[in-house]
């Protein structure tokens, strides 16, 4: 008895459920609660926190813009975050298969992994540029501090030193010239920096069309992250769930550690007053609510499809409605955080090239490989800063792509179903990643950055927010609300608190279709610096955001066609009620309206499976208690 309990703690069941294993042994668990905490904190928390919060923050307004942002966490976020993973977790299934629930709408689960597919495509490929640079800071200088290198054009002038004078000369000619060099700081200047990104790491094509030749050591990183990516995930969330410890926590030490010696630096204050400072006009302007509304939603990465993964490896009676907050707090505060890393930096820089904040604020690659690179030659033993920064990027990065590639395979796997498919699912994996890694060759070009801000900008725009309206309506009005919340009371113990029933029902819809209207309204055709993308770029653009989208209808039509019915009528309406298989995963948790209609001369086994036996069957009254310390009393025919 001593060892079964042993056995039951070791998998994660609940302390009362002495009785019974709550393990889906066929499928998987996570080792523990905190695993997958990490796991999602690692998956919420990415490059956007780092180099796009901050940047939206001091555009809207400052400190001006943590209002709106906040409010749009509690009415927006939260409600949508916890939505998936009470979803994912009640049916133990991935972004395909929980579309038992209204079988008609499976296609919101392709496109979510469609999306997922171009996210993981690029965002490997960012990674693999944050590698290049951790490799190249392992030096005594960096190579983008000095503008006399063979990269470098005659425009090029640096912040520390001389431009193309060599440090033993010292004339008058070279004096001249750093004065002049000096002065011009404060107009627009091309720095080694920038000139090491556009000319020695990317050697840049004059066009999206010219792809030129493939940048080897980029490809090499690329190959690397795609390893360590594949290694971290080869046994799923067994593996991947170990790996967080160090991946999901150690950017926290780093940012801390980069904080510290940031405020420390003359020009810190101005920048983080730069960065803090409330204008409190600008939160009249419908901008800066469109801009925290969109930001919340794509921060924490809903739509995509992982937090639905992420949350089907629970055990059923895990406390998500309590993680669901953590987690959005968590990822938000971390948003924050990251602003006063970068800010207090580009004031120093800022203090030492005496021009405002303004002029060296930058966001996306340009803060990450450009900006905060340029400012991190003026401190002392720059290199160790240089590879704390890009180290965190890559942990950052990581963290993200480890989700994205686990809610493919899981997509895949349950979808398949098999037991072959389930034992082999690290060849699924290892597929997925070789077939990720070849997609993102095109990337490592001389036209690549064009590509990739391409994806960015459009195969993760517009669709997410269809997919997510698409998805509430599809579970609080088809599924039905009342169905969802009895079922979320089942897994829990407890219904759900009123104000996210509220929010479920209208509030998150309307600010969905809030933020598709901004982001319609507030279209710019993409540019990278002075490049204005042609026509026929912008039309695949377009057809990526749409390749996710209309896998909805069409597998809508594609599931009233198959359905039984002699009218059209008939068919949408056995298309779109539950399949006779949703519900939880395990047998022993299929209580109430799930309940089998089990025969006298049966038992059930852990996995749901009939095992016939001559003995009678005894009524069991189980003591079920949640993670929330809330016990509820169901009763299973054992």
């Not at 965002?123 to 990269?151: D, E, G, K």
């Not at 340009?366 to 704390?388: D, K, M, N, R």
């Not at 209609?597 to 949640?626: A, C, F, Y």
Request: proline share 4%; hydrophobic share 45%; charged share 10%.
């Amino acid at each position: 008895m001593e060892k079964k309990v042993c056995e039951s703690m070791q998998n994660g069941a609940v302390l009362g459920e002495t009785t019974k294993k709550d393990e889906n042994i066929r499928r998987g668990n996570w080792g523990n609660q905190i695993e997958f905490v990490l796991t999602s904190v690692g998956y919420a928390v990415g490059l956007g926190n780092v180099w796009r919060f901050p940047y939206l923050c001091y555009r809207n307004g400052g400190g001006a813009f943590m209002f709106p942002y906040f409010i749009m966490l509690v009415f927006c976020g939260i409600p949508l975050f916890f939505l998936e993973l009470s979803f994912g977790q009640f049916a133990s299934l991935g972004c395909l298969g929980v579309w038992k629930v209204s079988p008609m709408f499976k296609g919101v689960g392709y496109g979510m992994m469609v999306v997922s597919t171009y996210i993981g495509i690029y965002y490997n490929v960012v990674i693999c540029i944050a590698f290049y640079y951790f490799f190249m800071s392992m030096t005594n200088v960096l190579p983008w501090t000095y503008c006399n290198n063979p990269w470098n054009t005659k425009d090029c002038s640096g912040v520390v030193g001389s431009s193309y004078a060599n440090a033993s000369i010292a004339n008058t000619s070279t004096l001249m010239r750093n004065i002049s060099e000096l002065v011009n700081h404060t107009a627009k200047r091309t720095s080694p920096s920038e000139e090491y990104w556009k000319y020695h790491v990317l050697n840049i094509s004059d066009d999206i069309g010219h792809f030129g030749e493939v940048r080897l050591p980029i490809l090499g990183c690329l190959a690397a992250s795609w390893v360590v990516v594949f290694l971290c995930l080869i046994r799923g969330v067994k593996s991947s769930g170990k790996v967080v410890y160090f991946t999901a926590t150690f950017p926290y030490v780093v940012l801390t550690v980069l904080f510290i010696r940031g405020i420390t630096l003359d020009g810190a204050v101005n920048g983080i007053k730069y960065y803090l400072t409330p204008q409190w006009k600008m939160i009249l302007d419908a901008k800066v609510w469109g801009d925290a509304a969109s930001q919340i939603f794509y921060s924490l990465g809903c739509a995509w499809g992982g937090l639905i993964t992420m949350a089907s490896y629970n055990k059923f009676h895990n406390n998500c409605y309590r993680d669901s907050i953590i987690i959005s707090i968590t990822n938000c505060a971390t948003s924050v955080y990251a602003g006063f890393v970068i800010f207090s930096i580009l004031g120093f820089m800022a203090h030492h090239l005496g021009v405002d904040v303004a002029d060296v604020a930058d966001h996306g690659p340009g803060l990450a490989f450009v900006a905060y690179p340029e400012a991190l030659t003026l401190l002392p033993i720059s290199p160790l800063w240089s590879l704390l920064f890009f180290f965190m990027l890559i942990l950052l990065g990581l963290g993200t792509q480890f989700c994205l590639l686990e809610t493919l395979v899981t997509a895949i796997v349950d979808e398949i179903g098999t037991d072959w498919i389930i034992r082999n699912k690290t060849y699924v994996t290892l597929g997925v990643a070789v077939v990720g890694f070849l997609l993102g060759v095109p990337l490592t070009s001389q036209a690549g950055i064009y590509w990739l801000l391409l994806m960015d900008n459009y195969a993760a725009s517009f669709s997410l927010v269809i997919i997510s309206c698409i998805m509430c309506v599809s579970i609080m009005y088809i599924y039905g609300f009342h169905n969802y919340f009895k079922d979320v009371e089942m897994m829990l113990g407890f219904p759900p608190p009123i104000f996210f029933r509220i929010c479920w029902r209208f509030v998150s819809p309307a600010i969905i279709s809030f933020i598709l209207v901004f982001t319609v309204v507030q279209y710019k055709p993409i540019t990278y610096n002075d490049y204005i993308y042609p026509g026929w770029s912008l039309i695949i653009g377009f057809l990526m955001a749409l390749s996710s989208v209309i896998c909805i209808p069409i597998y809508a039509i594609y599931k009233i066609w198959t359905s039984e019915g002699t009218t059209f009528l008939e068919r949408v309406k056995n298309a779109l009620k539950p399949d006779p298989s949703w519900g939880p995963a395990l047998q022993e948790h299929r209580t109430g309206r799930y309940a089998p209609n089990v025969s006298s001369g049966s038992n059930l086994n852990q996995e749901g499976q009939l095992l016939h036996t001559k003995e009678k069957p005894e009524e069991v009254s189980l003591m079920i208690q949640g993670s929330n310390d809330s016990a509820h009393n169901p009763e299973a025919s054992v």
